[in-house]
């Protein structure tokens, strides 16, 4: 494989996942290690991703990012964030992770409702900061904190969540497939988000499409736990057929 095409598919995991590790590019790639980080030096150089410990995250997954940066997929992640807008009712508690489509959702709230959001994410927090109603309110879970995600981890996270009961959680979605369910990258992560869906009489799953059918190391939970499962497809798109046929609800 050539070193542009590798490039290529890097820089499509990354975008996609926000966050991948070294060795599973080595797998998709079927080259050494070594050839990998090389790879990650070289777009870390033309400013294309942030090369990290042991793997990569996307430039826009980082709180000081610019915000007038290119969002991957951003119509299709924009279309998701307004049907999870409609999801929501004044008064609810919001229990709501990072990732950028979660991000978009915060940027186009109406400037009228009355929300209690929590989140243990640091890019989150600011963005509802400078977004949500002067009648909302923000809550940040501490915790320690993941360098790679900006999620609040750890004990001291989960006591706090199974303090809460939310009305509706919008989880951030990296991996998805009917089988597996919704996994994560990280165990610490995927502890984290366990802990939200406990804590919340509803589980949203927003996701672009190219996410579906995917899977990685460790399970947050099953399918059959989602109530809504939001892509930029229609519901009757036949892609999503399968997850229709499993009962889930599509919006």
């Known amino acids: 494989m050539k070193k542009k095409e590798r490039h290529e598919i890097i820089l499509n995991e990354v975008h996609l996942h926000n966050r991948v590790l070294l060795s599973d590019l080595t797998n998709i790639l079927n080259v050494s290690m070594d050839t990998v980080r090389r790879d990650l030096v070289e777009l870390d150089k033309e400013k294309q991703l942030k090369k990290?410990?042991?793997?990569?995250?996307?430039?826009?997954?980082?709180?000081?990012?610019?915000?007038?940066?290119?969002?991957?997929?951003?119509e299709n992640k924009s279309v998701i964030a307004k049907k999870g807008i409609s999801l929501l009712n004044h008064g609810d508690v919001v229990l709501i992770t990072g990732g950028s489509t979660n991000l978009e959702l915060a940027k186009l709230l109406?400037?009228?409702?009355?929300?209690?959001?929590?989140?243990?994410?640091?890019?989150?927090?600011v963005e509802l900061l400078n977004n949500s109603s002067m009648l909302s309110e923000v809550h940040l879970i501490g915790g320690k904190l993941s360098k790679g995600s900006q999620l609040a981890t750890g004990g001291s996270s989960i006591n706090t969540l199974a303090e809460i009961t939310a009305d509706i959680?919008?989880?951030?979605?990296?991996?998805?497939?009917?089988?597996?369910?919704?996994?994560?990258?990280d165990w610490e992560i995927a502890q984290m988000k366990k802990a939200m869906v406990n804590s919340s009489k509803k589980i949203v799953s927003l996701s672009i499409s190219k996410k579906l059918n995917t899977i990685n190391r460790y399970k947050i939970c099953d399918l059959t736990q989602v109530d809504t499962m939001v892509t930029e497809l229609d519901p009757s798109d036949k892609s999503l057929e399968k997850y229709q046929k499993a009962g889930l609800k599509l919006l």
């Open 169 to 185: 959680c919008f989880l951030g979605t990296g991996y998805m497939d009917l089988e597996k369910g919704i996994t994560e990258i």
């Open 110 to 125: 109406p400037k009228k409702m009355n929300l209690t959001f929590f989140t243990p994410s640091l890019p989150m927090a």
């Open 52 to 74: 990290v410990h042991g793997g990569a995250v996307s430039n826009g997954f980082n709180i000081h990012s610019d915000q007038n940066r290119e969002i991957y997929e951003y």
